[in-house]
């Protein structure tokens, strides 16, 4: 990885050599222009970190121009996988063409721009950013948030997992998703800063926090209630970064022109406090960690904590995802061997993880959270976590992040090895929102 990016920031230094003396449409003939202005690529111990600034265009085009390499790569590695799930290009832009009359103008200005820097059509910028509507139901995940007596300062701490992905490839590069990860501090004309691990070509984004302290990532859910008019989640995550100064207003945000099944993590770290949203098309619901509906058995409710895996846990809700509420004991293990009912695994997620809490409860900081969701996911706190989920999770990142303090704990998963057996990067949000071009 490390060598793939200092090939592209050569590439990049040279070409930003060359365009400025481009003189665009619209730009004093006596003026020189640097597209570039603002957007700039570093690489931190092997990572890559995406700097945006501007207007939505401008951010677009920053991103498809650095990254060019990456998008089309990763644009072709979900284009295949659309296929193999029996969708075409054209099922995937019929989706588009729906969502599109609801999603805000700047985004759409901000897939152009990404098209124009990356030499393609707005047509497969907008598809491609489909993948997190489309395929909702695919991939795994794990989302917390913890603060006040949970935590070793009070603070709050989000954690998110991304699981479930990493066999997607570009087949004509043979070049993994996972590859091409990288971290964007985003800091928009008339938004707010934020910082988000994404997937290079992302313009939806699946977890990060923002300024003001608000954080928000997604858990995916297999069910039935469902419609494209409305709002891609993706989009939704990003528009929370963008736009909300509070937890309560993320939540709104979330919970307008719903479209799929979600679970969502939402988390304010300026209150401090922490939601756990389960939606469908018709349905939403949202509680933090003392609402009774976290302490239905066999679920169970820790104290400033809230925490969700791939099912629901309130009853309205489960029975729009399974037939049998509780997906524990004997019963949920036996369904899951003769395949009529996974909940299982979600559910020795679930346990698993939360009894790792509770043991290492009021010691915690983004460091030692991380710690804890690695340690779980190498199966060293939980035999039947181990034998079901362990090196069988497809994890692409792994993090934590104080929503107060802006620090960062996160890993990648790299060389066919899952993100918790890789080393753990520490950034600073604003150290990093306050950096300038090297």
Known sequence: ME??????????????????????????????????????????????????????????????????????????????????????????????????????????QEIQGMADGADLTFEQIAVHNMWVGVFNHLFSCWGAALWGDATETGNL??????????????????TFLYENQVIIIRDPEEAYASIAPIFAGDIVVIGGFNQNGVGVSELTIIGDDTTFNGINAGI??????????????????MNSNRTCCWNFIVSDGNKPIGFAIEQSANFAYTNTWYDSVESIEPFWAIKHVVRRGNCYINPIMANLEREYYDPSGIMGYIRMIFRTDFTFINWIQYK????????????LNSLSALSLLRDVYLGKTNFMFRLLLTDKSDTAR?????????DL?????????????????????????????P
């Open 157 to 174: 701490l989000h954690m998110r997992g991304v699981d479930g992905m990493n066999y997607i490839k570009d087949t004509q590069t043979n």
């Open 3 to 108: 060598a793939k990016i200092m090939k592209r920031i050569i590439g990049i230094f040279i070409c930003t050599l060359l365009i400025g003396t481009i003189i665009p449409f619209g730009i004093n003939a006596t003026e020189t222009y640097d597209p570039l202005d603002g957007g700039w690529l570093e690489e931190k111990n092997g990572v890559m970190i995406l700097h945006v600034s501007g207007t939505h265009y401008e951010m677009g085009y920053q991103h498809g121009y650095l990254l060019k390499d990456e998008i089309q790569e990763n644009m072709r590695a979900f284009f295949n996988l659309y296929e193999q799930e029996g969708w075409s290009y054209y099922d995937v832009l019929e989706v588009w063409n729906v969502q599109e009359y609801f999603i805000p103008e700047v985004y759409k």
């Open 398 to 406: 792994q993090w934590v992040g104080c929503l107060e303090t802006g």
């Open 352 to 363: 698993g993880i939360s009894e790792e809490i509770e043991e290492q409860y009021g010691n």
């Open 236 to 253: 939704r995550m990003r528009m929370v970064l963008d736009y909300a100064d509070n937890g309560f207003e993320a939540v709104d945000i």
């Open 409 to 437: 704990a996160i890993c990648f998963a790299e060389e066919d090895k899952e993100a918790y057996r890789n080393i753990v990067h520490t950034f600073n949000f604003y150290d990093l929102l306050n950096s300038e071009p």
